[in-house]
């Protein structure tokens, strides 16, 4: 298998799961530090007021902000490419409402740019994933009030102009269409419904439609402005691509996995990509009794926001039957059991040619470029007695979803590269736990909030080291 020269190989962060710090040198609350450590059977809570006897493990992640020389080393070690992370919005306006940015804050991406500089490691910007100050969230119910466009835009010029020539490409909104489901309508949007369990918020489409609309629009003007700040800077999109499957070959199943399909996968990446709503939204909007308030002008920004490439996480697919009696409760996404896929510990299906599959499918629709931006196995590692951490099973799961990338690249899809989740462990988002991880570099944190946040090396290190000498000829 030959990839293309230049392949960006590497790996991704966000800033609220890695950085820590998370009230240090100005910084103010996102909207994930005031939600409680879970697991996979118990959610995370949303508590408006931190409570003094509850664990919030994004509040010292895994203390990026003062281990980032050493993580940056181990990733150039590793030879990344590209290392892919968020700017933390409160870091920069600690509320949002401030008129002036946080210097402190700038100054510390400032040493991480010039860390990567150093190394030769090109950075890929996630300007917003799930970090929204939540002074926003809290005063006027995050992107539900058209107000948060102009607090977004403010924040992503501040940092566009500020690094501009450092990094050329940014991502605008990290899975933006978690907003369709229940787990975003506070992780995502900053809606407050006042249920405090973070997984299954309850629903208000009409809200949730609304908010989105606004996220498409600060995204265009984000895309408008990267252009003219800098002619070289590429903005892209970022999608979780849930992959369905019908479940048998009943038409209805067929149907229903259309259907899902394009509402959880091409709603939100259509406006992004082609500048409009498609043609699908009006039924979809009709059905749930939803009318969006659009301002004059917003169908004109979204036409000239339309991104330069697309992006998206891949874990898993999923299988839909109108039989509701097959629907499992256990995974996130939902949906009927594959019968011929195994499942992780957290039950997310592994299913390694899905990625070729839904990367064909994404090309077919748009012929952009696309870069695979998360993808990765959450599994628990022991550690041995010498310090060894042997994940064979990482090795796998990696190994296989390369191939079937390696595959859709041959099929003639034009693939930028590949940046896997959680390239050093760090908490993970839905359960908020350390349990699950997903990194080349193990880190001693735990979830009763103890380690010493000492970081190793695990067996995929040097396994995924030689995939990147040998430009994944070697897996
Ligand atoms: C993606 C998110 O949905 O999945 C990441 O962009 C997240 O923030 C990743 O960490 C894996 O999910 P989890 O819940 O296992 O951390």
């Known amino acids: 298998m030959k990839f293309p020269d230049g392949f960006l190989w590497g790996g991704a962060t966000a800033a609220n799961q890695f950085e820590g710090a998370w009230d240090v040198d100005g910084k103010g ?119 948060t466009i102009d607090l977004y835009v403010k924040y992503a010029t501040t940092v566009m102009r500020r690094y501009r020539g450092r990094c050329r490409k940014w ?68 999608i979780a691509y849930m992959l369905a499957y019908p479940l048998t070959p009943n038409p209805a199943d067929v149907e229903l996995a259309r259907e899902r399909n394009q509402y959880r996968n091409y709603y939100c990446s259509d406006v992004q990509v082609r500048g409009e709503y498609p043609y699908f939204a009006r039924r979809m909007w009709d059905e749930e009794g939803v009318e969006i308030d659009m301002a004059p002008g917003d169908l004109e920004i979204l036409k000239q926001g339309t991104v330069d490439f697309y992006t998206h996480s891949y874990y898993q697919s999923q299988c839909a039957s109108t039989d509701a009696s097959q629907e499992t409760s256990g995974n996130l996404l939902g949906g009927a059991k594959n019968p011929y896929l195994k499942e992780t510990a957290w039950e997310w ?40 951490i042997e994940d064979d099973y990482r090795i796998e799961y990696l190994r296989e979803h390369i191939k079937a990338m390696g595959e859709a690249i041959v099929d003639g899809v034009e693939v930028w590269g590949y940046t896997p989740w959680g390239c050093i462990d760090l908490v993970s988002n839905a359960d908020g736990e350390m349990a699950k991880r997903y990194g080349f570099v193990y880190v001693d944190k735990h979830d009763d909030g103890t380690g010493t946040m000492a970081r190793s090396r695990k067996k995929s290190f040097a396994w995924y080291q030689k995939v990147i000498e040998s430009n994944g000829e070697v897996l």
């Open 29 to 147: 609350p996102s909207c994930m530090d005031m939600a409680t450590n879970g697991n996979h059977h118990t959610p995370r809570q949303i508590t408006p007021e931190l409570d003094p006897n509850r664990l919030y493990p994004c509040h010292d992640g895994v203390d990026f902000y003062h281990h980032y020389k050493e993580d940056i080393a181990l990733l150039a070690e590793m030879g990344f490419k590209c290392f892919r992370f968020s700017i933390n919005w409160p870091r920069i306006y600690p509320t949002g409402f401030e008129d002036e940015p946080n210097e402190a804050g700038l100054e510390f991406y400032d040493r991480v740019f010039d860390e990567l500089e150093r190394y030769g490691i090109e950075p890929l910007v996630t300007l917003s994933h799930y970090e929204m100050p939540f002074a926003i969230a809290r005063r006027q119910n995050g992107w539900a009030s058209r107000g």
């Open 171 to 238: 991502l605008t909104f990290n899975e933006i269409n978690a907003g369709m489901m229940p787990i975003g309508m506070y992780m995502s949007l900053g809606i407050l419904t006042g249920d405090p369990d973070l997984r299954h918020q309850p629903d208000n489409p009409q809200q949730r439609y609304q908010a989105l609309h606004h996220q498409f629009v600060a995204s265009a003007l984000a895309v408008k402005a990267g252009h003219e700040i800098d002619l070289e800077n590429k903005m892209g999109c970022m």
């Open 349 to 388: 299906p592994i299913d390694p040619a899905g990625l070729r599959i839904m990367l064909n499918q994404v090309y077919e629709r748009y012929q952009i470029p696309i870069m695979v931006v998360e993808n990765g196995l959450g599994c628990r590692d022991e550690v041995g007695p010498d310090g060894a």
